[in-house]
Antibody
Framework: EVQLVESGGGLVQPGGSLRLSCAAS????????MDWVRQAPGKGLEWVGR??????????EYAASVKGRFTISRDDSKNSLFLQMNSLKTEDTAVYYC????????WGQGTLVTVSS | DAVMTQSPLSLPVTLGQPASISCGSSQSLVHRSGNTYLSWFQQRPGQSPRRLIY???NRDSGVPDRFSGSGSGTDFTLKISRVEAEDVGDYYCVQDTHWPPTFGQGTKLEIK
């Protein structure tokens, strides 16, 4: 079964850090570009960033709102995607999804990150 | 950034009737490859988004044929030929032609 499962969300204070993980199964993970997309409570979808595959030198791209604070990485040997989030702000509160928006892959259930004091 | 504008933002529809959602882009979405990377996602209440349509008009596997996509350049449309109860939810267009990928605001479909 093709699956993406996010984990690592939780409550963190402003200025804090959190690392999200995404476990992939049922498909050739290493072939895919992978995205992180977030959805603030009651709001729409916002693209956060992307990591390309080995053939594209694992190039990363970020939305302006998170550039310099968030870092995407992957471990193809473990079929895993990561999102390191530093200097978190209250406006980063959202459900975070890993996905490949350019493909058929079903999205995971998401993981909730709450930034609050 | 390519700004994606959906209309309407709220769409009450009677069961069995057609529905149509428009998505406009501030820039042409024709990629230098000749492809147009415009997709439609459905998000049912309490669920994760699911892709319905890719490259304007191609249905994903398992998507009912009552869903169709059309358009070109800067103007695109998602149509549902006969709305069913399971179609309730939010619909988003997204472009991946220009960096960064950008989503529309979403359209909430509800049953009258």
């Amino acid at each position: 079964e093709v699956q993406l499962v996010e984990s690592g969300g939780g409550l963190v204070q402003p200025g804090g850090s959190l690392r999200l993980s995404c476990a992939a199964s049922g498909f050739t993970f290493s072939d895919h570009y992978m995205d992180w997309v977030r959805q603030a409570p009651g709001k729409g979808l916002e693209w956060v960033g992307r990591i390309l595959n080995k053939a594209k030198s694992y190039t990363t791209e970020y939305a302006a709102s998170v550039k310099g604070r968030f870092t995407i990485s992957r471990d193809d040997s473990k079929n895993s995607l990561f999102l390191q989030m530093n200097s978190l702000k209250t406006e980063d509160t959202a459900v975070y999804y890993c996905a490949d928006i350019g493909s058929y892959l079903p999205w995971g259930q998401g993981t909730l990150v709450t930034v609050s004091s | 950034d390519a700004v994606m504008t959906q209309s309407p933002l709220s769409l009450p529809v009677t069961l069995g009737q057609p529905a149509s959602i428009s998505c406009g882009s501030s820039q042409s979405l024709v990629h230098r490859s000749g492809n147009t990377y415009l997709s439609w996602f459905q998000q049912r209440p309490g669920q994760s988004p699911r892709r319905l349509i890719y490259k304007v008009s191609n249905r994903d596997s398992g998507v009912p044929d009552r869903f169709s996509g059309s358009g070109s350049g800067t103007d695109f449309t998602l149509k549902i030929s006969r709305v069913e109860a399971e179609d309730v939810g939010d619909y988003y267009c997204v472009q991946d032609t220009h960096w960064p990928p950008t989503f529309g605001q979403g359209t909430k479909l509800e049953i009258k």
